[in-house]
């Protein structure tokens, strides 16, 4: 797809979740964006999808990247993540999308 098509179909997503036309899903978060326009055309086609985000908990492998250490600091970027996206509570797509996060060493913290 060219960067116009996806445009497109993000903004037709976006409409159908409430998501203000002001929020660019080309920059910022794009990822998230393209999974959430995947489960919403599974959906709108009948395939009963989806999306399980995992988020690892406590990760010191590296210094060059800073994991967090615990699930509130999870959702401190997560809620930055879902301002920036624009989506709220209630959307069509809510009971399909989960989180789960887990420590490294495989801990089941919280879904």
Not at 62 to 80: G, H, N, V
Not at 88 to 101: A, Y
């Amino acid at each position: 797809m060219r960067k116009k098509e996806i445009r497109q179909a993000f903004e037709i997503v976006k409409k159908d979740l409430r998501v203000s036309e002001e929020k660019n899903w080309m920059r910022g978060y794009y990822q998230l964006a393209n999974r959430i326009a995947v489960l919403y055309f599974l959906t709108k086609h009948d395939v009963p999808a989806y999306l399980l985000l995992i988020y690892f908990i406590g990760d010191r492998s590296s210094r060059m990247r800073k994991c967090p250490q615990s699930k509130e600091e999870w959702e401190e970027i997560l809620t930055a993540q879902e301002e920036h996206v624009g989506i709220t509570k209630g959307h069509i797509l809510e009971d399909r999308i989960h989180k789960l996060f887990l420590t490294v060493d495989g801990k089941v913290v919280h879904r």
